[in-house]
């Protein structure tokens, strides 16, 4: 047996050593999640056995190694819904739920019908799964390109009545142009010049695909806006994450095409650029 505090201390310190941003809440969730308990309840653990502390301290080695928390514990967290994550799809990050949420209200807006709404960049599934979920009437599509997180979002949105599919945004569900309500879209925006400056967690353990997008990083940003006017009905809405330093270019791409109204930036929690809205013009 082991003391709790102890093994979590040792651990604790091991991540700091590591870099890892967070090190007391890794090291917590990774030994509730090898006793099986909410985190919370780790306060009535006062010592671990053999077999269950030496899965923790494999773990925290692994976590040292800075493959990403999620995939060492299965899934995630997402607003109101769970994610299988692992190796071959985005881990979602919090401040995407600021996305999906902007997405959640503007569907709401739909009265006397069903809304439509398409998740371009889909990953995970992660904001298909939560407008479906707060939103039970919508009508919700979704799209991935890289056949590895294509089976993530397979699993994850298996049973939730969501028409996913495979394959590039860019010419994606044409048999819906001008139908759609909310065309929302995380898609990668890292400049390929920022490499270096990349958490390891990201760069290491996360699809390139989601990650890289041209000189500038507005690649994908560019066909987003083409696709979103062609997807969208006259006064639709779309929203899109981007970097925090593309406050102003990311949604320069949409002001530039001149078929857009009330384009403007939104700030994460943190106050940092973090997601762009657009109405398309009638």
């Known amino acids: 047996m082991t003391e709790s505090r102890s093994l979590l201390g ?8 590591a870099g890892v941003p967070s090190p007391d809440n890794d090291a917590e969730i990774l ?3 090898v006793l099986g308990i909410p985190r919370g309840n780790l306060l009535l653990v006062d010592d671990v056995a053999d077999g269950p502390a030496n899965d923790f301290r494999a773990l925290v080695s692994r976590r040292a190694e800075r493959i990403p928390l999620q995939h060492l514990t299965g899934s995630t967290g997402f607003r109101y819904v769970d994610l299988a994550v692992g190796a071959g799809v985005f881990t979602p990050r919090p401040e995407t739920e600021l996305l999906a949420g902007w997405g959640i209200e503007r569907a709401g807006e739909v009265v006397g019908r069903a809304p439509v ?36 979002a397979q699993r994850n949105l298996a049973g939730s009545g969501i028409d996913l599919r495979e394959g590039d945004m860019a010419d994606a569900f044409v048999e819906l142009d001008g139908t759609v309500d909310v065309v929302v879209c995380n898609p990668p ?17 996360d699809p ?7 000189q500038d990083g507005l690649d994908a940003m560019r066909v987003l806006e083409r696709v979103a006017a062609r997807l969208l009905r006259p006064d639709g809405w779309v929203g899109a994450e981007h970097a925090d330093l593309q406050g102003e ?19 994460d929690l943190a106050g940092r650029p973090r997601y762009l809205t657009a109405r398309l013009a009638r």
């Open 10 to 17: 040792l651990a604790s310190a091991r991540l700091a050593e």
């Open 31 to 33: 030994l509730a999640h």
């Open 117 to 152: 709404v398409v998740d371009l960049c889909t990953g995970s599934g992660a904001i298909a799964l939560s407008i479906a979920d707060e939103v039970p009437s919508a009508q919700v599509h979704a799209v991935e390109l890289d056949p590895d997180a294509f089976v993530w």
């Open 189 to 205: 925006y890292i400049p390929l010049t920022e490499y270096a400056g990349v958490a390891a967690e990201a760069r290491d353990h």
């Open 208 to 214: 390139a695909l989601a990650l890289w997008s041209g």
């Open 249 to 267: 270019s990311a949604p320069g791409v949409f002001a530039a095409a001149g078929r857009w109204t009330d384009v403007r930036d939104h700030r």
